[in-house]
């Protein structure tokens, strides 16, 4: 691969969201083994950055600055601060048409470039791509670029304090929500609610995680289950990393939570719909469970129950 000289300074974009960073996480570390001794600086959004420094994958972070297509003297901006990066080579993760126009930001002199941007000098170029599963179509992508060992996602290492949480000594952590405008992707909060209170006699009641919009959700699901906690919106990132990984289980719907828990290696109860495919963003991990139905109206709380660990009613 030749890339005109040594690799010292590499741009890597993941933009988001949650579950798409903690997917990266792998192929971001293959970066950092293959490129040893240079220097990676990851664009992305807040509040990824977090994460990502808290991996050891990269030395520095950007955040994306958006502009919209008509703000000018805002792509102005961002140009400026990718050709002041001075990135020998760029491994665009995101693949996507907006971080695709930011390969034409770095003109005249653009630097080595994996990706899907028309006339990169790396194209991951396979007209499948994007029939693939996230983590196969990255490694096929790094692949092409000339690094041939992907490791799986981890979140070793990262073991945020949680003694001011007021969490269970033994949990099971429930995860709600996820994206506001697909609202198929979600479980029936009173299912939830039922699952809450099964668990609360259980020596595992329900922390609920989820956004600060998700708040009045995660009252309403353990309002019968006075064991449980609500933890929606009172969380950090790396917080919510912690909890994934002190869970001693996790129930939830298709998002980025729960990501987080199966690469944690917390068995992992996920719940999809036909609004979303697990062929293509499945989450991975030691012991993932994914329960699918047509419609997620159908899926019983009996059902969900016997996916879990013995310890907790499971099958």
């Not at 579950?19 to 600086?41: N, S």
């Not at 520095?60 to 400026?80: E, M, Q, S, Y």
């Amino acid at each position: 691969m030749a890339t005109g000289g040594p690799v010292k300074r590499i741009l890597v974009i993941k933009l988001g969201a949650l579950g798409d960073v903690v997917q990266a996480l792998g192929p971001m570390a293959a970066i950092r083994d293959h490129f040893k001794g240079a220097h990676i600086t990851v664009l992305t959004r807040k509040p990824f950055d977090s994460l990502i420094m808290a991996s050891g994958i990269a030395d520095a972070v950007i955040f994306d600055l958006k502009p919209a297509v008509w703000n000018i003297p805002g792509w102005l901006v961002v140009r400026r601060m990718l050709r002041g990066g001075a990135f020998d080579q760029v491994f665009d993760l995101q693949t996507s048409k907006r971080s695709s126009t930011y390969f034409k930001l770095f003109w005249p002199s653009k630097p080595v470039w994996s990706g899907i941007a028309a006339g990169c000098a790396l194209p991951h170029n396979n007209p499948n791509r994007d029939h693939m599963h996230t983590l196969e179509r990255q490694a096929e992508q790094l692949h092409m670029a000339g690094i041939e060992t992907v490791p799986a996602p981890s979140l070793n290492g990262i073991d945020p304090d949680l003694s001011t949480l007021g969490l269970p000594p033994s949990f099971t952590m429930l995860v709600p929500g996820g994206a506001g405008h697909r609202p198929d992707k979600r479980w029936p909060a009173s299912k939830y609610r039922d699952l809450a209170q099964r668990l609360d006699s259980s020596t595992s009641p329900a922390v609920v995680v989820g956004t600060a919009e998700e708040q009045a959700l995660g009252a309403e699901i353990i309002a019968d289950a006075p064991n449980a906690v609500n933890m929606a919106g009172k969380t950090s990132l790396l917080q919510l990393v912690g909890i994934a990984k002190a869970a001693k289980a996790a129930v939830g719907n298709d998002s980025g939570p729960m990501h987080v828990a199966a690469v944690a290696g917390t068995p992992s109860v996920v719940l999809y719909s036909e609004d979303s495919d697990p062929a293509l963003c499945a989450q991975r991990g030691a012991d993932v469970t994914i329960l699918r139905r047509p419609s997620l109206d159908a899926l019983g709380v009996d059902d969900v129950m016997q996916a879990l660990p013995t310890s907790l009613g499971g099958s």
